[in-house]
T-cell receptor
Framework: EAGVVQSPRYKIIEKKQPVAFWCNPI?????LYWYLQNLGQGPELLIR????????DSQLPKDRFSAERLKGVDSTLKIQPAELGDSAVYLC????????????FGQGTRLTVV | KQEVTQIPAALSVPEGENLVLNCSFT??????LQWFRQDPGKGLTSLLL?????REQTSGRLNASLDKSSGRSTLYIAASQPGDSATYLC??????????FGQGTRLTINP
């Protein structure tokens, strides 16, 4: 069974440029998460989807970040414009539901803003 | 608001030792607690999931326990090996239906 797939694995952009990350969750998983992980820290939730609905986006900086999950499968996370402080690892995770099932993570996208 | 703490931040032990990693959480009304492993530059690998109704889970040389009343979980690693070197993260799933992570414990097993 394929795991959570994220692309690209690495991205280097100049500040003020846009960037997008893509995530393909495990087949059949209804819940999809985007997390941000700074160096030496634990991941922090940006947004949670139940199918195609964003049910928790309270930690998403909506002035520059946006996300979508079309048809309740793949998801994209976008930053426009990127700032130096956005340099981090962006992790996608999925689970059958958000209650009592195991969450599986992708390899992450390491973003460097210069 | 759920807060998760892991102590120590780093641990170095010789190969072959048994060791315990600690995780504490503030909200005892959690649905489950999950332990992950993260290798440098990699994503998170799920190790063990303990449901709120369970007290422990085992997988090979790993054993995780959960004590909701005291707000603590431990990950026991038996007969440690150099390949166990990684950062170990615990995360609690609470009423907000999101995983809240600790800062992680960076484990080094010395040959």
């Amino acid at each position: 069974e394929a795991g959570v797939v994220q692309s690209p694995r690495y991205k280097i952009i100049e500040k003020k440029q846009p960037v997008a990350f893509w995530c393909n969750p495990i087949s059949g998983h209804n819940t999809l998460y985007w997390y941000l992980q700074n160096l030496g820290q634990g991941p922090e939730l940006l947004i949670r989807y139940e199918n195609e609905e964003a049910v928790d986006d309270s930690q998403l900086p909506k002035d520059r970040f946006s996300a979508e999950r079309l048809k309740g499968v793949d998801s994209t996370l976008k930053i426009q414009p990127a700032e130096l402080g956005d340099s981090a690892v962006y992790l996608c995770a999925s689970s059958w539901d958000s209650m009592n099932t195991e969450a599986f993570f992708g390899q992450g996208t390491r973003l460097t803003v210069v | 608001k759920q807060e998760v703490t892991q102590i120590p931040a780093a641990l170095s032990v010789p190969e072959g030792e048994n060791l315990v990693l600690n995780c504490s959480f503030t909200d005892s009304a959690i649905y489950n607690l999950q332990w992950f492993r993260q290798d440098p530059g990699k994503g998170l690998t799920s190790l063990l999931l303990i449901q709120s109704s369970q007290r422990e889970q085992t997988s090979g040389r790993l054993n995780a326990s959960l004590d909701k009343s005291s707000g603590r979980s431990t990950l026991y690693i038996a007969a440690s090996q150099p390949g166990d070197s990684a950062t170990y993260l615990c995360a609690g799933l609470g009423g907000a239906q999101k995983l809240v992570f600790g800062q992680g414990t960076r484990l080094t097993i010395n040959p």
